[in-house]
């Protein structure tokens, strides 16, 4: 016993030495632009995700980027050479989702998908409109008298965008990626504007996120009553995260290992509501909301999910 403490004491300059050696190496290592990342540290202060976000991943991947517009939708879908948006935010926001795509490199769009006629998902859509190349426009059967949706509907008709009314099960594809509409049902009509939802699951290679717009309790208990899949790795929190959507059971369902939520710090809404907000904790997902972490950028890539946000890691 007593040699072999003695030897063991005789070894530690050399431990020591190796230890300090691996340390500043993993100090350098790390200095490398997506080491951390990979390597899966966090830091307090990420770099920007506009890099991050541009940076070669190894292989194919799909990428979803969900706008910071405070509380309003803006996401980007990428796959390969093809993209998406869904929705455009408020009307402000027209030009940051252009200049966006613009820093991606996207020069057209294969999908717009308009979720529903509110302000804080089509109020940019117009300028989206006429300043990109949007091949087709997915609308739910919605009516809305508004001058935006009005004006919003002629851009999308001078735009020369085909038009595809949402029908649950219809599935489009986009590059590599494919998503399957599963709501609103064309045949009803919903009291509330929000529950006219497009609500789509997009799958790639093994991995998922689910898109919900502004839709409610009703058509998500619609969605589970005919049996489509919601399973998913990404729920895109259900109208900011409002108490009106986000059932325990339609949870249950899509079972999400990240929530991303798209809410403002000033909101006058009460929202995100508390017991929503419970509800999300329940699951264990890692939940990323656009107050907090700015734009978020997730990647889906061999069946794996990886997180980048523009101001610090989920809480
Ligand atoms: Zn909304």
Do not use: W
Request: a negative charge.
């Amino acid at each position: 016993m007593s040699a072999r403490r003695k030897s063991n004491r005789k070894n530690q300059p050399l431990v020591i030495g190796i230890c300090a050696a691996i340390l500043v190496l993993l100090g350098l290592v790390t200095q490398i632009p997506g080491v951390k990342e990979s390597l899966g540290i966090q830091t307090d202060a990420p770099e920007p995700v506009a890099r991050v976000s541009t940076a070669a991943v190894s292989g194919e991947y799909m990428r979803v980027h969900v706008l910071d517009c405070g509380q309003a939708d803006a996401i980007v879908v990428t796959q390969g050479d093809a993209a998406m948006l869904i929705d455009a935010g408020e009307s402000e926001h027209g030009k940051v989702v252009l200049d966006y795509l613009a820093e991606l490199g996207v020069e057209e769009l294969s999908f717009f998908v308009m979720t529903h006629p509110h302000a804080d998902h089509i109020g940019g859509a117009k300028k989206v409109l006429e300043g990109v190349k949007v091949h087709t426009v997915i609308l739910s059967h919605a009516e809305h008298t508004t001058k935006l949706y009005e004006n919003t509907l002629d851009a999308v008709e001078a735009s020369g965008a085909e038009v595809k009314p949402a029908k649950p099960g219809d599935v489009y594809t986009l590059g590599g990626a494919e998503f399957t509409i599963l709501s609103p049902n064309p045949d009803k009509e919903y009291e509330d504007l929000n529950d006219y939802s497009v609500a789509f699951l997009m799958s790639y290679e093994g991995s998922s996120m689910l898109f919900t717009g502004d839709m409610g309790i009703k058509p998500e208990g619609e969605i589970l009553e005919k049996g489509y899949n919601v399973k998913c790795n990404v729920l895109k929190s259900g109208h900011h995260g409002s108490k009106t959507a986000s059932s325990q059971a339609f949870l249950d369902a899509a079972d999400p290992d990240i929530i991303v939520m798209t809410v403002a710090s000033d909101t006058k809404d009460n929202l995100p509501n508390a017991q929503t907000l419970e509800r999300y904790e329940k699951t264990g997902a890692a939940l990323y909301r656009s107050d907090r972490d700015g734009l978020i950028v997730l990647t889906f890539a061999g069946g794996q999910v990886s997180v980048d946000t523009e101001r610090r890691a989920a809480a």
